[in-house]
């Protein structure tokens, strides 16, 4: 199955998604109204609710609550997203200025907290319990992992573990609790539901560092965003760390000092990226998120071949960009 | 019934308050962890988890349920306040440096956004659907009040009516909440329900408007911050708003300029200070505040005479300075 076969299997849920949204975000503020919409319609590829659908799809559920449970975790993605463009003082995202650049930070804060309550008020009108609980955990855990990642900017020491328990808090828990919810929806047994978190749990780390990967190493034309903000950013990821462990001493002086100093510049990336050259860290880092998408294609041992896990095979390859 | 006798008669509820809070959060983070503590020991008089205990104790609760939900209301409330102060550039509150100040703009929109997750977990836990939807609700309408307070900045025009819409949402519908949970939790009928909230809402109009005299008029020594901030945020507020409908049309133009110049001084607050008091906008604005206070004092007419109507009576009369 090709990853466009994946998504047509889930067309029809992802247009009542978007639907959904249109029709939920209600204020008496037009600029909220504004800014909100020009959030939810930037081409983000709603990742997160076709892994919701196909989950309980996959488990044979029929109900109604995709498009409400996917609206409740596009709110949490896009408010986490507009307070990290704040933090970190993007002004692109997806080729299009982000919302603080276009309208500042005051209201870019504001609208992310909008976000948040608007992503309650769905959950308490259409979820269950159990659901509410995953859901308002998971963007608690969101918020830890920013905090551990702006304490580890900078950070040489960082190790392997640390990058790990970011990116679990950044992405992971997320993409775990859209499968979740679909198995909670379908209710199906236990055993399947940790089958479907440990699922989106690794998906979520491999299509992290694939992104971070990509971040130095993509092509600007198809990512929408120049190489190397995570060195300007002064943030350690996947290439950077696992460098780390292969360089001379020199080297490693090199990338201390280039990540310790106050502000990098394009002269700077190009220092490291001939040094991930040198070093092939693509392949090697490519390989360690290939391990990671492979941990969650073998979560799904536990379901029936049918064309909903041929759907999740082909999506979660797609994101390491194996069938591309 | 003087305050500190209404206060008594929920000293155990809110110590038990208190020791909730502190257990309840929980988090992996120090630093998040640190700053949450810093907030909540930032001695607030817990006014809100006050009305919702005396709300609930007024119409017979005997449950145990109000420390959770003053929890939820006092996580909104902290929130709200972490967020506008990094809006305002606040360098102080309550005597003691802003969190946004000790620990940067970054960590403080991350730790607000830890405590609305925080409240919706604890929320999730231990409310009711209804409760639930009552305080999601009100941190949305917190989130619209203050964009629109951003919009109307450095506004001449702005009528008594946005003032009422902007307070209604910024202080309001949080008190009318804190009451009308405490109702909820109690189960009494509608009429009493309406009575509650309408009580709240008055009483939050009473209280900020209370404030924004205070902000001009008050002592330093006693608020615990400098006078005319509003001023120099560009605030318009209850003060200003009803003098504008009182000056000529030069002392109109002097208003003017003040608040819509890019920075405004000591110099400026004189200015204004003086007009006030030439205006006798100190009683004046009193006088409104009064005006709703009785307004939520009325409201309170459905409850038979109790101890707990009497420190209801005591504490809305103490929050607009009428019993000092």
């Known amino acids: 199955m090709t990853s ?7 067309k029809n849920d992802i247009d009542m998604v978007e639907q959904f949204l249109k029709d939920d975000i209600k204020t008496s503020v037009p600029l ?3 800014v909100i919409l020009y ?3 930037s081409g983000g590829k709603r990742l997160r609710p076709v892994f919701l659908a196909l989950s309980a799809k996959l488990c044979g559920y029929n109900g109604d609550k995709i498009p409400a449970m996917s609206a409740v975790i596009e709110y949490i993605h896009t408010a986490t997203l507009l307070h ?19 309208y500042g930070n005051d209201i870019a804060v504001l609208c992310g907290d909008f976000l948040y309550s608007r992503s309650y008020i769905t959950l308490t ?16 855990t969101m918020s830890e992992g920013e905090v551990i990642q702006l304490l580890k900017t900078g950070d040489i020491n ?12 950044k992405t992971a828990v997320l993409f775990s609790a859209a499968c979740e919810i679909g198995g909670r929806l379908a209710q199906v047994d236990e055993n399947k539901i940790k089958a479907l978190k440990d699922f989106g749990y690794y998906l979520g780390l491999g299509f992290q560092m694939t992104d971070d990967i990509l971040d130095y190493m993509g092509d600007p034309a198809v990512t929408g965003k120049k190489n190397g903000t995570d060195l300007f950013e002064g943030k350690l990821t996947l290439p950077v760390i696992l460098m780390l462990d292969m360089v001379s001493k020199e080297e490693k002086q090199t990338i201390t000092d280039l990540f310790t100093k106050k502000e990098r510049n394009e002269k700077d990336l190009e220092i490291l990226l001939s040094m991930m050259n040198k070093y092939n860290m693509k392949e090697i880092s490519e390989k360690k998120a290939d391990e990671y998408i492979n941990m969650s294609l073998n979560s799904l041992n536990v ?22």
């Open 303 to 324: 379901f029936e071949n049918n064309q909903y896990k041929d759907a999740f095979i082909a999506l979660a390859l797609a994101m390491v960009g194996r069938n591309k």
């Open 84 to 102: 990290d463009d704040i933090i970190d003082g993007a002004k692109y995202r997806r080729k299009r200025p982000t919302a603080n650049s276009l």
């Open 125 to 140: 009108e259409y979820g269950a319990k159990d659901v509410q609980m995953i859901l308002s955990s998971a963007a608690l």
């Open 39 to 41: 959030l939810l319609s």
């Open 158 to 169: 960082i190790t392997f573990d640390d990058y790990i328990q970011i990116i679990t808090r």
């Open 4 to 10: 466009k076969e994946a998504l047509e299997l889930v």
């Open 32 to 34: 909220i109204n504004e």
